[in-house]
Each structure stands twice: as C-alpha cells, then as structure tokens.
T-cell receptor, first 116, second 117 residues
C-alpha cells in the first residue's frame, strides 16, 4: 500500500520569507512524487513532479521540491513567499511497481497562509 | 485544450433524489479518476478507469454510488438515493498513462459541489 503524510495542517509565513511544506511518503518500488495546489473553489492544479534524476525539481510559480530517498521525503519549497501563494497544497505519490496501478495517493493537504 | 470539464458545477438536491455528475476528460487521455473532497476526510479516490474499464472501485462508499464510462470522452458518477452525508465536492481527473509508464500527472476539473438537504 502507498501512503502520504503531510504533518502540518497549516503553515504560516510572512511575505518575502522562504517557505517549506513538508511531505513524507511510503510506497513499493521507486516513487513518482507530485505536488498540487488548490485555490478556493477550484480544482487541483499540478505544480511539479519527481520521476527520476536530479533530486531538486523545479516547477510552476517559482516552487521547487527536494526528493530525499533516505528520509522518504519530498518537501515543497519557495525562496520568497507571495501573498498569492496562499492556498491548499497536496503531496501525492504513485509507485513504479506494476501492482501499484495508475492511482495517485494524496496526502491530507496543508494550508499555506502568507501574510503581508 | 479545454481541460477536464465537469457538470454541474453546483447541485442542491433533497435527500432521496438521484444525482448524476458528468465528466469529459481531456482528449487523448486514457485514465479517468473520480475523487471526493470533504473537510472531514480530505481527498478520497472513489474509482478509476483505464481505457474505459473500471480498475479499482474500492473507494466507492456503498451500493448507492455507481460510475460508468461508456466511451473515452464521457463518464458519469451517480448517487441513488442521495443522503446528506454525500454532500461534498466531487472531482474528476484524467491522465495519459502508457504501458509500463505511470509518470503522467493528473489534470483535474473544477469540481461539482453537491449539497444534499
């Protein structure tokens, strides 16, 4: 079985400061990892993914994420937060194992609040 | 591309009524997913299809829920009879997945907000 944990329900950060949203995972085989963002009354939007290669992945809107295999983590980061980054963020995982199917397993979400 | 299209965006109905939610995936995508989002349980996978065939429906809450995908461009999620605890936002998502490669991201629709009174 595959699972994702986002240990923080909410992260508060001041505008201009760096932000980190944490994610750890459990999966069979190599992980395919994803971050999504959800704005109010909208669907989830894809931010970035890690499949293989460089552990630091860059995505949309200046976000990046670092894959750490030993810690089974995939934390989302941004060097300088904007008020407009305030939203709900979801981490998701899919295993490379053939038995994993095509489904993504999502974490519970972390609400990011960026204050001016 | 118009993206994943869901209808209706909002539905308010009374307990016991039948509800049908509709989804048009992105053209060319071969996997389709139905998710439900609530404050209490977060984002739950209900069912997913690969090449129009249901692969995993273990997330479907009970027999009141059913999903179909008659062709590659259309899917429905039906609740009959509906109950207040079914109130949630239902999302449809699609993806392109080829044999042995499951690296594609999901593209979500805007969701259907269901309120059962």
């Amino acid at each position: 079985a595959q699972s994702v944990a986002q240990p923080e329900d909410q992260v508060n950060v001041a505008e201009g400061n760096p932000l980190t949203v944490k994610c750890t995972y459990s999966v069979s085989g190599n992980p395919y990892l994803f971050w999504y963002v959800q704005y109010p009354n909208r669907g989830l939007q894809f931010l970035l993914k890690y499949i293989t290669g460089d552990n630091l992945v860059k995505g949309s809107y200046g976000f990046e994420a670092e894959f750490n295999k030993s810690q089974t983590s995939f934390h989302l980061k941004k060097p300088s937060a904007l008020v407009s980054d305030s939203a709900l963020y979801f981490c998701a995982v899919r295993g490379s194992n053939n038995n994993a199917g095509n489904m993504l397993t999502f974490g519970g979400g972390t609400r990011l609040m960026v204050k001016p | 591309d118009a993206g994943v299209i869901q209808s209706p965006r909002h539905e308010v109905t009374e307990m016991g009524q039948e509800v049908t939610l509709r989804c048009k995936p992105i053209s060319g995508h071969n996997s389709l997913f139905w998710y439900r989002q609530t404050m209490m349980r977060g984002l739950e996978l209900l069912i997913y299809f690969n090449n129009n065939v249901p692969i995993d429906d273990s997330g479907m809450p009970e027999d009141r829920f059913s999903a179909k995908m008659p062709n590659a461009s259309f899917s429905t999620l039906k609740i009959q009879p509906s109950e207040p605890r079914d109130s949630a936002v239902y999302f449809c998502a699609s993806s392109l997945v080829s044999q042995g490669r499951r690296t594609g991201e999901l593209f979500f629709g805007e969701g259907s907000r269901l309120t059962v009174l």
